[in-house]
């Protein structure tokens, strides 16, 4: 079993940033990958950023150049730091922690609101 908890959402003005964090209750060492996704009021959850084990990043072109994606094994921490936020970025966004220990597995966080007002 692996719990995520994210922190670092709020409000903030089109132009400003925010860092999310999601902390796992074990080590991230042995994950496949840790990733971000958002939804957005009356749409689909959808894929933000993904960064796999061997540190290698994937970005929704909606947020490349803008969002960077990291991670610390030492605290089986990821985040996201967001950069020039939009007002479409705001969504509920959830952690993701993907394993494959002995079969392929999806945990979720509970989620972070992040509202950007224009």
């Known amino acids: 079993q692996v719990q995520l908890v994210e922190s670092g959402g709020g409000l903030v003005q089109a132009g400003g940033s925010l860092r999310l964090s999601c902390a796992a209750s074990r080590s991230i060492f042995s994950f496949n990958a840790m990733g971000w996704y958002r939804q957005a009021p009356g749409k689909q959850r959808e894929l933000v950023a993904t960064?796999?084990?061997?540190?290698?990043?994937n970005y929704a072109d909606s947020v490349k150049g803008r969002f960077t994606i990291s991670r610390d094994n030492a605290k089986n921490t990821v985040y996201l730091q967001m950069n020039s936020l939009k007002p479409e970025d705001t969504a509920v966004y959830y952690c993701?922690?993907?394993?494959?220990?002995?079969?392929?597995?999806?945990?979720w966080g509970q989620g972070t609101q992040v509202t950007i007002s224009s």
């Open positions: 993701n922690a993907n394993v494959n220990w002995d079969r392929p597995r999806d945990y």
């Open positions: 960064i796999t084990s061997g540190g290698g990043r």
